[in-house]
């Protein structure tokens, strides 16, 4: 993420939190930015120096305006106008990081061998939220290289219980021990 997103994403974030908007904020930004995904012509329009400002900021009202919260809005006609629409990716990412922490919620990955059961993702939400203190959103993932166990990662850590660490710490030891 660059300076410029970060400054972006922040100073938008403290307003819609001025305002106790944070959360439908967020909710819209990750709707543009999936829209901007989607169709990486219109972004590439967006960042045309050979059209004027005033028509890049058309185009944004012609496809969001009524549609998205004012904020959200004149927040993209700012990118225009500074030709870092390309940032929004960057500046979603610094919004999401002081929503989460001011929200009190956590992302958290956990890698397994095979899909986890209703059940056990269930206990391990359960466990997270307990070690936390924080509402748990759980992303995970299937790697069959694990062999077993689980690695986590989550607040810039990871937590690995795998098989297969296990395995490579084994072996690590074994060809430092001397004969």
Not at 11 to 16: I, P, Q, R, T, W
Not at 82 to 103: F, I, N, P, T
């Amino acid at each position: 993420m660059t300076d410029a997103a970060r400054i972006y994403g922040t100073a938008l974030f403290e307003l819609a939190r001025e305002e106790n908007l944070d959360g439908e904020i967020f909710e819209e930004l990750k709707t543009v930015k999936g829209i901007f995904d989607e169709n990486p012509d219109y972004v590439r329009l967006l960042s045309t120096p050979s059209l004027t400002k005033e028509e890049r900021r058309g185009a944004l009202d012609g496809a969001f305006a009524g549609r998205v919260h004012e904020y959200v809005a004149s927040f993209l006609k700012l990118l225009v106008d500074r030709e870092a629409v390309r940032e929004l990716s960057g500046c979603l990412q610094a919004y999401k990081e002081l929503h989460y922490d001011h929200s009190g919620i956590m992302e958290v990955t956990v890698t397994t061998a095979v899909e986890l059961s209703v059940g056990a993702r269930k206990a391990l939400l359960a466990k997270l939220d307990a070690v936390f203190g924080k509402k748990i959103i759980l992303e995970t993932r299937v790697d069959p290289s694990v062999l077993g166990g689980m690695r986590l990662e989550c607040a810039g850590k990871r937590y690995d219980g795998t098989v297969r660490d296990r395995l490579s710490r084994i072996e690590r030891g074994l060809r430092e021990m001397v004969l």
